[in-house]
T-cell receptor, first 111, second 114 residues
Framework: QKEVEQNSGPLSVPEGAIASLNCTYS??????FFWYRQYSGKSPELIMS??SNGDKEDGRFTAQLNKASQYVSLLIRDSQPSDSATYLC???????????WGLGTSLAVNP | EAGVVQSPRYKIIEKKQPVAFWCNPI?????LYWYRQNLGQGPELLIR????????DSQLPKDRFSAERLKGVDSTLKIQPAELGDSAVYLC????????????FGSGTRLTVV
């Protein structure tokens, strides 16, 4: 089992819809969770961080964390074509402070 | 505030040649990371520095890769000799501490070995 797993996609949603991206992790000691967005040919950009169970909202983005089930998700409301990118989930390992990365989910928002 | 600065942006070299990448982190960020990213993959940590000290280099192929961070600021990553499989994007990132505040990445260096 990979330490951080994401569906590779592509996930395709129409403009204005809600895009739901999921991530599961294996290290129960993990405390910090991040979502990065990466446009083609660009570097990853941090868009959300979450540390506690529940929801965290920032504009059109909502991160959800469930430590008991070991998953973290990212919801993008009112999806725009400019949201089309690869979304990387990263989890800070509980013991050695190393970020463990998923392979990313490719999102395409269709006008 | 200037972000993480990397150079060069692109590099094409022949196999067996040496190559070096440079990174200037965000001012005040004591932790610096070098990552390698292949197409369709997540970033792979090569080395992490806290100030001048390399605290995690377990993924660095030490037979051909070396890195340094003199004075705890700028860093260079070197490959000698380069192999075809080294073609990738090399990303530098920095953060305040390593405890999960999130990283800021530079624009990366796209290396092509021919």
């Amino acid at each position: 089992q990979k330490e951080v797993e994401q569906n590779s996609g592509p996930l395709s949603v129409p403009e204005g819809a809600i895009a739901s991206l999921n991530c599961t992790y294996s290290d129960r000691g993990s405390q910090s969770f991040f979502w990065y967005r990466q446009y083609s040919g660009k570097s990853p950009e941090l868009i959300m961080s979450i540390y506690s169970n529940g929801d965290k909202e920032d504009g059109r983005f909502t991160a959800q964390l469930n430590k008991a089930s070991q998953y973290v998700s990212l919801l993008i409301r009112d999806s725009q074509p400019s949201d089309s990118a690869t979304y990387l989930c990263a989890v800070l390992a509980g013991n050695n402070r190393k970020l463990i990365w998923g392979l990313g989910t490719s999102l395409a928002v269709n006008p | 505030e200037a972000g993480v600065v990397q150079s060069p942006r692109y590099k094409i070299i022949e196999k067996k040649q040496p190559v070096a990448f440079w990174c200037n982190p965000i001012s005040g960020h004591n932790t610096l990371y070098w990552y390698r990213q292949n197409l369709g993959q997540g970033p792979e940590l090569l080395i992490r520095y806290e100030n001048e000290e390399a605290v995690d280099d377990s993924q660095l192929p030490k037979d051909r890769f070396s890195a340094e961070r003199l004075k705890g600021v700028d860093s260079t990553l070197k490959i000698q000799p380069a192999e075809l499989g080294d073609s990738a994007v090399y990303l530098c990132a920095s953060s305040i501490g390593g405890t999960g505040s999130g990283y800021t990445f530079g624009s990366g260096t796209r290396l092509t070995v021919v």
